[in-house]
């Protein structure tokens, strides 16, 4: 089977398309043949090595798993003899976590692990990214900061991929909705359902008075201390990107009514990421949420979709279409397409 394969950390030239050994599955996993993957800030991460720390997890001087990937959506292909919740030819979409290899044509995942069958209405490219952004968001919204009606939402990095999910993810828990953004995606992020949008370039929400019950970052640019003004007297700063700063801030606010939040999803036990995808899953059969792609890409493009996210700024999320039938391929920046569904 064909696969992207990272051997060493370095560039985007380090991803090679490589003819690798199809998986078998064990007993107790499922064969998945992917039609789409995700490619994600965090991938990006991952094959530089960046942060250091995050070695210890992923290898200290290469890559424990060289085959890229953790995010997909595909066709069950193959079940091992223990496995009892899926068939074959189900439409199936999860996330491999540090287990990796969802960059390649075939992926094997624990049926217990997550995974799980697809909604009808969405469409493969749409369910790869759900488990990388939207899984995460949902955690950091539902679960972390337990949003309630009627609060105040302010959501930094409103356009991408964690952002977009985090928009509709926090209107549809009856917040109001704040979007931070650039010019260009401002537009995106209103049909996205936010009841104001600020334009960064413009616009400096920490100077307009305004107070939050959550402040999210998406994307790391800000710190707590930056925020602590802007936040109403019990409010909730979080961010899913973790550095010394922000980690010395969860210290220090624990005993504050003001506090910085942090947790890794990815490391939460599979059953419990289960349990909030299938409340997410209800969302998406209800039309309260959908993903909004930004990019696609075939297989072999993937060092190009590396160098797209390496530049910033990428809008929604970036797919990479393995079995690709259901959309056009998006290659360069002049050309790129934002698919929502309207609300």
């Known amino acids: 089977m064909k696969a992207i394969v990272c051997e060493k950390y370095g560039s985007p030239e380090v991803l090679q398309l490589q003819e690798v050994a199809k998986p078998s599955p064990k007993e107790n996993e499922v064969l998945v043949k992917v039609h789409a993957a995700s490619v994600t800030t965090a991938d990006t ?48 979409f999860g996330e491999t976590a540090l287990g990796f290899g969802a960059n390649a ?55 991408g991929s964690l952002g977009t999910a985090a928009v509709q993810l926090a209107k549809a828990f009856g917040a109001e909705v704040t979007g931070v953004c650039s010019s260009r995606n401002v537009a995106l992020v209103k049909s ?22 959550i402040i999210y970052d998406t994307v790391g640019k800000s710190s707590f201390s930056q925020c602590k003004s802007s936040l109403s007297v019990n409010g909730l ?52 949420f959908s993903t909004v792609v930004g990019r696609e890409y075939q297989l072999e493009q993937i060092a190009e979709a590396h160098r797209y996210i390496d530049r910033g700024h990428k809008v929604g999320n970036v ?9 056009d391929l998006v290659s360069t920046e002049d050309e790129q397409k934002v698919l929502t569904n309207t609300h």
């Open 45 to 92: 991460m991952i094959r530089q090595g960046t942060p250091f720390y995050g070695r210890l997890f992923i290898g200290l001087f290469k890559p424990k798993h060289s085959i890229m990937g953790t995010g997909f959506a595909g066709v069950v292909e193959a079940i091992g003899e223990h496995v009892s919740q899926f068939e074959m030819g189900q439409e199936v």
């Open 105 to 159: 044509e075939y992926v094997c995942v624990p049926e217990d692990g997550v995974i799980t069958t697809k909604s009808s209405n969405i469409t493969f490219q749409e369910a790869a990214p759900i488990c990388d952004g939207a899984l995460t968001s949902f955690n950091f919204l539902k679960e972390l900061a337990k949003v309630k009606l009627g609060q105040k939402v302010l959501i930094i990095g409103a356009s």
């Open 192 to 213: 996205l359902g936010a009841d104001h949008v600020i334009d960064y370039l413009k616009e400096d929400f920490r100077l307009n008075n305004s107070t939050y019950d």
């Open 237 to 288: 700063y979080l961010s899913p990107v973790l550095n010394m700063r922000l980690l010395f801030q969860m210290i220090w606010t624990t005993k504050s009514k003001k506090k910085a939040l942090f947790e890794a999803t990815g490391l939460k036990k599979p059953v419990e990421l289960r349990e909030m995808l299938k409340e997410l899953k209800l969302m998406i059969e209800n039309n309260l």
């Open 319 to 327: 797919v990479v279409n393995i079995i690709h039938n259901e959309s």
